[in-house]
C-alpha cells in the first residue's frame, strides 16, 4: 500500500488512529506462528501497512467502507494468541485490532451477548456473578478474545464434556459485516453463524457474538501420575466415559513431558502424568478410578482459589504445554491431530509404539458426537520440514486425522477440503476478496478461474 492510500485513509478515518510505526507493525502483524518453523519461514516479513483500532461498531463500519473504497486488504486480530498466522497478513494493507470492542453486552437465560473484542476471561467472570459459566475455554483465555476464539480456536478447557465451539448448540448467533461500499450488519443464527466459524476471518467481519453457557460449579484441579502411558489412557478414557463424574478437563502427558513442561515436582521421571478438573464432589470417583490403572493423585487444588491468578493447572494443558516446553527447548515443535471415538485408544497406541520419543504424546481428551475420544497436540523433535512431512502422513496413512498447524492455507490446515458453506459466505460478504487475503485457496482458485 503506497503513501498516497495511506493518507487518503487517513482522511477517511478522521478521528480514528491510524498506526503506521514499523515497530508496531511488526507486533500487531505476528501471532504464536513462531510455534512452527515452517511458518516462521513462510511468513517472515509479512506485515500490515497500517493498523487501526476501533472502539464501537460504527467506527468499524467506517474502517470497512474505507478499505472497499480504496480497495485495500483488510485483516482482523483479537489478542494475538492463534498460532497459524491467522492475523498475519500476507499482502499488506490495513489490520483492525478489535480489541477496543470488549464489552459483555448482557448475561440472562444461561446465554452471554459479547462484543468480538470482549476477552474470554471477562466473560466467564460476568456469567459466574450471574451463576454461569463459559462452556469451553481455550488455554489463553486470560487473553483471547470471544471473536478469535470463535474465528481461530478449536476447543480447550470444557471440550471434555461440550465438544468444540463449532459443535451445535455452543456458538448461538453471530453479528457480522460485510465489506462493501455501504457495510450492512446481519445477525446469523446456528448453522449459517457456523459457516463463519474458524475461518480466520477471511469471509465476514464479526463484531458480536452469542454464547450458550453452563452452570458454574467448583472445580477440583488434580495432577495425577501412572507408571505407564498405556494405564493413563485408559485411566481417561474411562474417567471420560464416567457418567457419574462432571468433568471440565482431561489431559495426558506421555514422560518426559511433564519434566518439560514444568510438572516435574508433582510427576517422578519415568511416569505419565494426567491433569483433570472435576466436580468437587467426584474426586473420591477419580482415584477409585484411577487405582484400577496403578494410578495415584499428586496433587490437587480449588479451582476457585487460583481463578483469575496465574497457578491454574490449566495453564500447563492445550497450547499452553507447548508454549512452556518451547520457553526451554528451541528443537522442538508440535503437531494437531484427531482420533476417531471407536478406535482411539488403540491408534494412540499404535503412534506412541511407532515413534518413540520423537514424536511425544500430549493427549487432550474430549467429546466428538456424542463419544469420548481425544486429539493429540504431540510435541515433536523437530529436524527437518521433510521428516515433518513424513510424520503427518503417516498419521494420514493410518487413520488418524491431522489439522496441520504448520499451514496458514484454511482447506490445508483442517478439513483438507472446501467448505461450501464458508466460500459462499466470503461471496456474500467479501465479494471483492479484500479480508485477509492469501488465507483461502478455494477463493483463490475461483477468481483463477473466472
Not at 4 to 33: E, H, P, W
Not at 135 to 156: D, E, I, Q, V
Not at 234 to 252: D, S, Y
Amino acid at each position: 500500500m503506497d503513501q498516497n492510500t495511506i493518507q487518503r485513509l487517513a482522511v477517511d478515518l478522521g478521528d480514528l488512529d491510524l498506526i503506521t510505526d514499523g515497530n508496531a507493525l511488526q507486533r500487531y502483524s505476528k501471532d504464536f506462528s513462531w510455534f512452527s518453523p515452517v511458518l516462521t519461514e513462510a511468513l517472515d516479513g509479512k506485515q500490515a501497512d497500517a493498523v487501526v483500532r476501533p472502539t464501537s461498531e460504527e467506527q468499524v463500519r467506517r474502517v470497512a467502507a474505507a478499505c472497499y473504497r480504496h480497495r485495500v486488504p483488510l485483516t482482523l486480530r483479537g489478542s494475538g494468541t492463534g498460532n497459524y498466522g491467522q492475523c498475519t497478513p500476507l499482502r499488506g494493507g490495513v489490520l483492525m485490532d478489535m480489541s477496543g470492542l470488549n464489552k459483555v453486552l448482557w448475561v440472562a437465560g444461561g446465554v452471554a451477548r459479547v462484543q468480538a473484542g470482549a476477552r474470554l476471561v471477562d466473560v466467564d467472570n460476568a456469567a459466574r456473578e450471574k451463576g454461569w459459566e463459559l462452556r469451553l475455554l481455550p488455554s489463553t483465555y486470560r487473553l483471547a478474545t470471544a471473536g478469535g476464539f470463535f474465528c481461530g480456536g478449536f476447543g480447550g478447557i470444557g471440550s471434555i464434556t461440550y465438544g468444540s465451539i463449532g459443535d451445535p448448540g455452543n456458538v448461538l448467533g453471530v453479528r457480522a459485516m460485510s465489506l462493501a461500499e455501504q457495510p450492512e450488519l446481519t445477525e446469523f443464527r446456528s448453522a449459517e453463524a457456523r459457516d463463519l466459524y474458524h475461518a480466520y476471518g477471511v469471509n465476514g467481519v464479526i463484531t458480536e457474538l452469542e454464547f450458550a453457557l453452563t452452570p458454574a460449579m467448583n472445580w477440583q484441579e488434580a495432577v495425577l501420575s501412572f507408571p505407564s502411558f498405556m494405564e493413563g489412557v485408559r485411566f481417561c478414557q474411562t474417567l471420560g466415559r464416567a457418567t457419574g463424574v462432571i468433568k471440565k478437563l482431561l489431559t495426558l502427558l506421555a514422560d518426559p513431558l511433564p519434566q518439560m513442561c514444568g510438572l516435574g515436582k508433582d510427576v517422578d521421571e519415568g511416569r505419565t502424568a494426567v491433569l483433570c478438573l472435576v466436580n468437587r464432589a467426584a474426586m473420591e470417583a477419580v482415584e477409585e478410578i484411577a487405582a484400577n490403572f496403578n494410578g495415584r493423585i499428586e496433587r490437587q487444588q480449588d479451582n476457585a482459589e487460583v481463578h483469575g491468578t496465574a497457578k491454574s493447572l490449566v495453564e500447563h494443558t492445550w497450547n499452553h504445554t507447548t508454549l512452556h516446553i518451547l520457553r526451554k527447548h528451541k528443537d522442538i515443535t508440535y503437531l494437531q491431530s484427531g482420533f476417531r471415538p471407536w478406535e482411539n485408544v488403540e491408534k494412540v497406541e499404535q503412534m506412541y509404539r511407532h515413534f518413540g520419543d520423537e514424536v511425544m504424546m500430549h493427549l487432550e481428551f474430549l467429546k466428538a458426537d456424542g463419544a469420548v475420544t481425544c486429539s493429540g497436540l504431540q510435541v515433536i523433535r523437530y529436524t527437518t520440514e521433510a521428516r515433518l512431512n513424513e510424520i503427518i502422513q503417516y498419521h494420514r496413512d493410518n487413520g488418524v486425522h491431522v489439522s496441520n498447524p504448520h499451514t496458514y492455507i484454511l482447506e490445508d490446515g483442517g478439513k483438507l477440503s472446501v467448505d461450501p458453506g464458508q466460500l459462499a459466505m466470503k461471496q456474500r460478504l467479501d465479494p471483492a476478496g479484500l479480508l485477509n487475503p492469501g488465507k483461502m485457496r478455494s477463493w483463490d482458485e475461483k477468481g483463477a478461474a473466472a
